[in-house]
T-cell receptor
Framework: EDKVVQSPLSLVVHEGDTVTLNCSYEVTNFRSLLWYKQEKKAPTFLFMLTSSGIEKKSGRLSSILDKKELFSILNITATQTGDSAVYLC???????????WGAGTKLIIKP | EAGVTQFPSHSVIEKGQTVTLRCDPI?????LYWYRRVMGKEIKFLLHFVKESKQDESGMPNNRFLAERTGGTYSTLKVQPAELEDSGVYFC???????????????FGSGTQLSVL
């Protein structure tokens, strides 16, 4: 059965710290891995990764995929209270049109 | 540009009652998806429309759930009769890309929090 596992489940750090969120997967016919940020409402798209070793970057956020070891990390540097959210990882496959989701990492940034 | 909108944002009903959730996708998006997140668990796929047709409904839990998308615009998800285990957040998402295999970038609605008592 396809599955996506995120760790940690929750994380509390202080402003200014750097955090690394993990997403590992076991799926057949891997196509892409996506990161979403969910604050109070709708999940919003962060990154889509399809190739190993190529870092995607957006401001203080960056992400990279390792297709050999089957995981991705999401890094946030110089964290701010506005980064507090649930970070969701999802994997798309060539098998169907569905996305397989992890349970999310709840990140809390303390001032 | 308006995003994906869902109505209502919250619904509290009693076991055995009927609830209908509505989703208005981004205008021009042929692909519409329903997802559900039960508290503490991962988001689960329910079904996928391409225009008015059901492309994949393999994630629908049982026949108490009925989704429609008349005219290929907005969609409704009806739960009848609702059970306690149906409680959760129901997300709708839409995407533009066609054919649907390039559905990776989804635009999500804010979700409907359904509580069945």
């Amino acid at each position: 059965e396809d599955k996506v596992v995120q760790s940690p489940l929750s994380l509390v750090v202080h402003e200014g710290d750097t955090v690394t969120l993990n997403c590992s997967y076991e799926v057949t016919n891997f196509r892409s891995l996506l990161w979403y940020k969910q604050e109070k409402k709708a999940p919003t798209f962060l990154f889509m990764l399809t190739s190993s070793g190529i870092e995607k970057k957006s401001g203080r956020l960056s992400s990279i995929l390792d297709k050999k070891e089957l995981f991705s990390i999401l890094n946030i540097t110089a964290t701010q209270t506005g980064d507090s959210a649930v970070y969701l990882c999802a994997v798309g496959t060539d098998s169907n049109y569905q996305l397989i989701w992890g349970a999310g990492t709840k990140l809390i940034i303390k001032p | 540009e308006a995003g994906v909108t869902q109505f209502p944002s919250h619904s509290v009903i009693e076991k055995g009652q009927t609830v209908t959730l509505r989703c208005d996708p981004i205008s021009g998006h042929d692909n519409l998806y329903w997802y559900r997140r039960v508290m503490g668990k991962e988001i689960k796929f329910l079904l996928h429309f391409v225009k008015e047709s059901k492309q994949d409904e393999s994630g629908m839990p049982n026949n108490r759930f009925l989704a429609e998308r008349t005219g290929g615009t907005y969609s409704t998800l009806k739960v009848q009769p609702a059970e306690l285990e149906d409680s959760g957040v129901y997300f709708c998402a839409s995407s533009q890309d066609f054919p649907p295999r390039t559905n990776e970038k989804l635009f999500f609605g804010s979700g409907t929090q359904l509580s069945v008592l």
